[in-house]
């Protein structure tokens, strides 16, 4: 096999408070190559806090026995090393796109800034406006000189996926990045990740609540409870997850071709909780 | 009011924002009537106006043209307080639509007193007991409660005015599938308690069909085709662009992606 893009070996964040230690992400382990890796799992089970450690963007505490990307440790690096690394080798979409634009700055100066690297203005704004057309965006030359408020929740999400694909990272890290677009737009935009995972060797990983999506689109899925990772799946065979922590969620996902009068809800286990060692 | 009296009524709802530097033509001619005590959906592209919609009823877009009525009463852009009350919005974002500062309580507690209503306590307690909160949540802030708590208290918020008309724009969309379901449980149980209409933006084509009685398709600034959701769950819609939505709603297939068309 060659060498992974990330290594990730027994992550562990806490934060701590005056009431106590709260440890979010617990003995957290794998490794990701040329992929599509899902994270899925309930609210607060720790995907965002997993994945903002990578970038080395938690304001909790990190400890791992190795957390690398391409070979490289990414445990200490310098502010100039992240620079090196942080939204050119790897990038990140956020789980709030709102609040990752800056509400005062054009969409057009915000997306030039993003790829502030390589060619002329001119070639960059050209660059630019493709990607929001790759991302199905009506008319892009609006969109361009407008501002975060005068989009629609959906647009603002397709405006930072464009941000992205600018950047041309080898590490993608997509944290519910279609959550507000319709069904058919969320595809397109997830075959333009699909054709970067197949032919620019990019890895990606993939946060969603969306398990059906997850089943169709990953290679492979983590799925978290309480900051651990309660089991592993061939994404293809989600549905036939064992665990009922896994059977639960699927359960709770309302069915378009049969709906429920009341949607079951997630029972949840203590004994789900492996004990961790310190 | 009489039993055959829609709820609301949408002629020709048309909205352009001009921003100096362009005009957009939000909604082109949109109409739509909801019986009292049904549960509409509405679904479409993204930037296809649905919020917009939402938000002339809502009274936070006054520049429209067109006619609403809600239980009889022409729609104006200055309405009085008793309409304003009577039509509630639940936002599309979570984490942005509750101050951060503020406390359950005070967010509760706003409403009423912008509304010059007295009895805030008694209210308040009602209102979190039907959002299924304990009074032990009255004293936190929005960072101090889960995703589906704090979507409880964005609905509680919209409840606690007494409204007729609730409008909800994608209220789950930021939910686990857990909390999905309680939250779609929940506002399933409050339209019959409190005998509420619902309008109900959503992507998921399975959470309208769980929550919505029908439901109409929007494209650019359009709706295209309006359905029962029966027909929805049996995957029976007609309009090209619904077919599309259907399709791409059975997961990711890089051949149906290769045939969709900009219809
Ligand atoms: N700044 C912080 N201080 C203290 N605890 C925090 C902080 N940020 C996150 N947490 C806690 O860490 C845990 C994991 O949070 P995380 O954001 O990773 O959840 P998630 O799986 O991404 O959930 P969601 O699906 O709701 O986005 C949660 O219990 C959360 O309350
Ligand atoms: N304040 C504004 N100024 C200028 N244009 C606006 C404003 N608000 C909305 N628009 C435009 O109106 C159109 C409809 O937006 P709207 O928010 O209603 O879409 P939507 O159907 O809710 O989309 P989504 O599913 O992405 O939330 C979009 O083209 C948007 O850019
Ligand atoms: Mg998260
Ligand atoms: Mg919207």
Known sequence: MTQPILEVEKLNIRFHSASGTNHVVRDVSFTLGREKLAIVGESGSGKSQTARAILGLTPGQVSAQKLAFDGQSLLGLSNAEWRKIRGRRITMVMQDPKYSLNPVMRIGDQLLEAAARKGSRAALKTRALEMLQAVKIRDPERVFRAFPHELSGGMGQRVMIAMMLVTEPELLIADEPTSALDVTVRLQVLAILDDLVKTRDMGLIFISHDLNLVSTFCDRVLVMYAGQILEELDAKHLQDAKHPYTRGLLACTPNLENPVAVLPTLQRDPSWMAPVDR | ?263
């Open chain 2, 1 to 263: 009011m009489n039993d055959n009296m829609p709820m609301v009524e949408v002629k020709n709802l048309d909205v352009t924002f001009d921003t100096g530097r362009h005009r957009v033509r939000a909604l082109a001619g949109v109409s739509f009537a909801i019986a009292p005590g049904e549960s509409f959906g509405l679904v479409g592209e993204s930037g296809s106006g649905k919020t917009t919609v939402l938000r002339v009823l809502a009274g936070l877009i006054r520049q429209w043209n067109g006619g609403i009525t809600v239980a009889g009463k022409p729609l104006t852009p200055d309405r009085d307080k008793d309409a304003k009350r009577a039509i509630q919005m639940v936002f599309q974002d979570p984490y942005g639509s509750l101050h951060p500062k503020h406390t359950v309580d005070r967010i509760l507690a706003e409403p009423l007193q912008i509304h010059g209503i007295g009895d805030i306590e008694n209210r308040m307690k009602d209102t979190l007991e039907q959002v299924q909160l304990g009074a032990a949540f009255r004293f936190r802030y929005p960072h101090q409660l889960s995703g589906g708590q704090r979507q409880r208290v964005a609905i509680a918020r919209a409840l606690i005015l007494r409204p007729k008309l609730l409008l909800l724009d994608e209220p789950t969309s930021a939910l686990d599938v857990s909390i999905q379901a309680e939250v779609l449980n929940l506002l399933a149980k409050l339209r019959h308690e409190l005998d509420l209409t619902y309008i109900l933006v959503s992507h998921d084509l399975a959470v309208v069909a769980q929550l919505c009685h029908r439901l109409a398709i929007m494209r650019t600034g359009e709706i295209v085709e309006t359905a029962d959701s029966e027909k929805l769950a049996k995957g029976e819609l007609t309009h090209p662009y619904s077919r599309q939505l259907l399709t791409a709603s059975k997961g990711f297939d890089r051949a149906a992606i290769a045939a969709f068309t900009d219809l």
